[in-house]
């Protein structure tokens, strides 16, 4: 499987921007994709999942309330609209597919998901 992400690119703070990813196959109903980010000297970390199944989200503390995960069954695909955006948003931001494993409140671990996109950049500046 592999996972095209874009939209990414520079913003003022509290400005918008929305995220992409589009996988080469059928998103299983078992599973369900999600958004994490990287910043520069960081761990990456859980931004928001969503079950391909019913479409429950989950979200990072960090950015409940800016951040919306959704998706479209028909283009397989993974959006995160971001707005209010600030400075500390800045980081690469991948997309991550997980199969086989159900997406709930607990998987926010990378070692959760078995396939991850190219990541794109996203700069927020003051």
């Known amino acids: 499987v592999q996972l095209q992400a874009s939209g990414g690119g520079l913003v003022q703070a509290g400005g918008s921007l929305r995220l992409s990813c589009a996988a080469s196959?059928?998103?299983?109903?078992?599973?369900?994709m999600a958004w994490f980010r990287q910043a520069p000297g960081k761990e990456r970390e859980f931004v928001a999942a969503?079950?391909?199944?019913?479409?429950?989200?989950y979200y990072a503390d960090s950015v409940k309330g800016r951040f919306t995960i959704s998706k479209d069954n028909a283009k397989n695909t993974v959006y995160l609209q971001m707005n209010s955006l600030k400075p500390e948003d800045t980081a690469v931001y991948y997309c991550?597919?997980?199969?086989?494993?159900?997406?709930?409140?607990?998987?926010?671990?990378?070692?959760?998901?078995?396939?991850w996109g190219q990541g794109t950049l996203v700069t927020v500046s003051s």
């Open positions: 991550a597919y997980s199969r086989t494993r159900p997406i709930t409140s607990n998987t926010q671990s990378v070692f959760a998901y078995e396939y």
């Open positions: 196959e059928r998103i299983s109903s078992n599973g369900g």
């Open positions: 969503i079950r391909w199944s019913g479409g429950t989200t």
